[in-house]
């Protein structure tokens, strides 16, 4: 069925149907292994979406911003895991939630930012603190065998208003990965550095450190979770052709793409213009290092069936340059001006960003309203 004509272009679409199936598969997986999950919030930043997680048993949450803490505490949501390297300056923003009963916890992962936190004014309950693990050389973290690990540690535990509450990782490699084999690799580097980062605390004596842990490669590949008390994903809700092109979902499961209009003709370039560019779906060129790269995203019609052939190759700002993978001449009259496709972006995450505004539509295509995203970084106000 074609997406609502009154739409205007470019928007950012979101299937319910591919999103709900998407939640209960990931949730249905934990629940059978037995492992906690803390969907992370970051690519939807929605309370609509995080109600549907927590219908499938969702009781903790992930975020990568203090604003999106913000948004979802005052949606009710509790348990919130900040996932970010905390600085002492944004303190403030957190001991506010949690004196509510928000339950915000925070990460780190140096002995400057632990000793500022031990001596720091912490008004209100004490702060939960994780110890990010670095487990691939990916981002940010500790090595579980380096000395100021336990340093870190210790540090964190003898302060009056701290609480070492466990050790965080983020599979970051498994996206790099070209086989499924490669990614239940990572997965287990991912569970067995983090488990070991664990034990060597505990060994030093300082007591119950959860094991958090997560990616959404890691989380649908891997095969074993022993140790680990909870594990964190967010992609997974919307899935995107990265997401694909690593073996992890299919293009069927998108549930999000940027609905855009032909706009022009260029059949000297072979180019279908449309009026989605940079700041409608991002530059990411993830995909760029994958064998099935798609450029700027793959094109599908209004119903959602991909057109093989076309790509878009580039972007500027409110451009976006669409042509045939194989250099074959387009059909233009397929493509009259004013047509809509849908783009299947490269990384959900960052495309989604672009919006504020999610037009949510049934399988039918039946349009069920608007959901509002939470983007930005300064405080929320209700």
Not at 110 to 119: F, P, V, W
Not at 149 to 158: C, K, N, P, R, S
Not at 235 to 252: I, K, P, R, S, W
Not at 265 to 271: F, V
Request: hydrophobic share 40%; aromatic share 6%.
């Amino acid at each position: 069925m074609p997406l609502p004509a009154d739409l205007e272009t470019p928007c950012l679409i979101l299937h319910r149907d591919r999103l709900e199936r998407n939640i209960k598969a990931m949730a249905d997986r934990f629940r059978e292994i037995g492992v906690p999950l803390r969907p992370h919030l970051k690519t939807a930043k929605s309370i609509d979406v995080a109600r549907i997680c927590a219908e499938h048993g969702a009781d903790r949450w992930t975020v990568s911003t203090l604003r999106e803490a913000e948004y979802f505490a005052a949606h009710g949501l509790t348990d919130i895991l900040y996932a970010v390297s905390i600085i002492p300056s944004k303190l403030d923003r957190v001991s506010a939630l949690n004196r509510k009963g928000v339950d915000v916890a925070v990460c780190l992962d140096t002995l400057e930012t632990a000793r500022a936190l031990a001596s720091a004014t912490i008004d209100g309950p004490p702060l939960r603190v994780f110890l990010e693990i670095d487990v691939d050389r990916h981002r940010t973290g500790l090595r579980p065998d380096e000395a100021r690990l336990i340093e870190i540690a210790q540090t964190v535990h003898d302060a009056d208003r701290l609480q070492l509450f466990g050790v965080m990782a983020h599979g970051g490699e498994s996206y790099s990965a070209n086989s499924l084999a490669k990614i239940e690799a990572m997965a287990e580097q991912e569970r067995s550095t983090t488990v070991a980062a664990a034990d060597a605390i505990r060994e030093a004596g300082i007591p119950r450190p959860i094991v958090s842990v997560g990616s959404t490669p890691t989380a649908q590949l891997g095969r074993s979770f022993d140790g680990v008390s909870e594990v964190r994903a967010g992609v997974y809700m919307f899935q995107d052709v990265f997401q694909a092109n690593l073996g992890v979902t299919t293009l069927d499961d998108m549930a999000v793409s940027v609905l855009a209009s032909v706009i022009s003709h260029a059949p000297h370039l072979n180019r279908l213009i449309l009026d989605a560019g940079g700041l409608a779906l991002s530059k990411d060129r993830s995909c760029a290092t994958q064998e099935n790269d798609c450029g700027y995203g793959f094109l599908a019609d209004e119903d959602g069936k991909v057109i093989p052939n076309l790509t878009m190759e580039g972007v500027s700002q409110e451009h976006g340059y669409v042509t045939t993978r194989d250099g074959q001449e387009i059909d233009f009259t397929r493509f009259p001006i004013g047509s809509r496709l849908q783009v299947l972006a490269n990384h959900a995450c960052m495309t989604a960003a672009a919006h504020d505004t999610y037009h949510v539509v049934d399988g039918q295509g039946v349009n069920l309203g608007e959901w509002r995203r939470i983007n930005g970084w300064n405080t929320y106000n209700k």
